[in-house]
């Protein structure tokens, strides 16, 4: 039985967190997702960061309903990723960033009432259609993205966030006092970093503004490559932001932008 359920994305065309991130982080990698998509490259790294959100989301929804947490049932999905990507990921250590997590960051929130992967949609009248799933929705509207990492994320709102912030209020009514983070930073003593920025204007404003350059960039594209039997990238054409980026992009074999090793590797 799958105890932690998600929604089938591939084929969604609305604009979307992951595709923001993704023309924030490389304008080229959003290309490619535009013109033949391919499936993320599973890694540890990754694979690692889905068990501890299904973790942290099968442990909510015990703390939702004031009950005991039954890390049995809990570990149990976090393992259904490992076992989807095939990858080595040890399970103990997904135990031990859930184990923090609920004695470092579960006791500080209120979680009666929270949801879980709720879907927001609909037409916004500057980006067009929208869509989102964030991880947790508290009752007092607060929104919270889990996430793991190598180090500690900057202590400053991102694209992601503020467009939760920006479809909760427009789409679904969700008017959130502030969005934030939860993020198992894994450094050789791994803890829980909490982030949490209020939702003001400024931050509305900005995340239309970033947001929209994608839709322009899209429209472009989609001019440019009218009738091509070929796509050509002629609107996206940055790319990574950093090198090491461009390790476990499932586009670096086909890519010209990707780094793909030192120039001592080619000799």
Known sequence: ????????????????????TAFDLCPTQAWHDLHHRLPLIPSERIT?????????????????????????VVMAAAAEPIARDGTAVDLLDVEAALDRWMVTVAPGYDFRYA????????????????????DVVLADGRIFDVKTSARAKPEEPTLELGFYA????EMAGIAAPSVGYWTYVRTTRPYWQT?????????????????????????????WNAGA?????AAMTAGPRWSGMCADCQ???VCELAVRGSSDDAA
């Open 1 to 20: 039985m799958k105890l932690v359920v998600r929604d089938d994305l591939s084929g969604r065309t609305a604009l979307s967190k992951s595709t923001l």
């Open 48 to 72: 690692f960061g889905s068990a501890v959100d299904a973790a942290v989301e099968a442990a909510i929804t015990y703390l939702r309903m004031e009950q005991p947490v039954d890390l049995a």
């Open 115 to 134: 949801r879980l992967q709720e879907r927001i949609s609909g037409e916004h009248p500057d980006l067009g259609p929208v869509d989102g799933h964030p």
């Open 166 to 169: 920006l479809i909760g209020r």
């Open 195 to 223: 982030l949490e920025f209020p939702v003001t204007p400024e931050l509305l404003r900005w995340t239309v503004a970033k947001a929209a350059a994608y839709v322009r960039a899209r429209r472009a594209d989609e001019m």
């Open 229 to 233: 039997e070929v796509p050509e990238n």
């Open 251 to 253: 586009y670096a074999p």
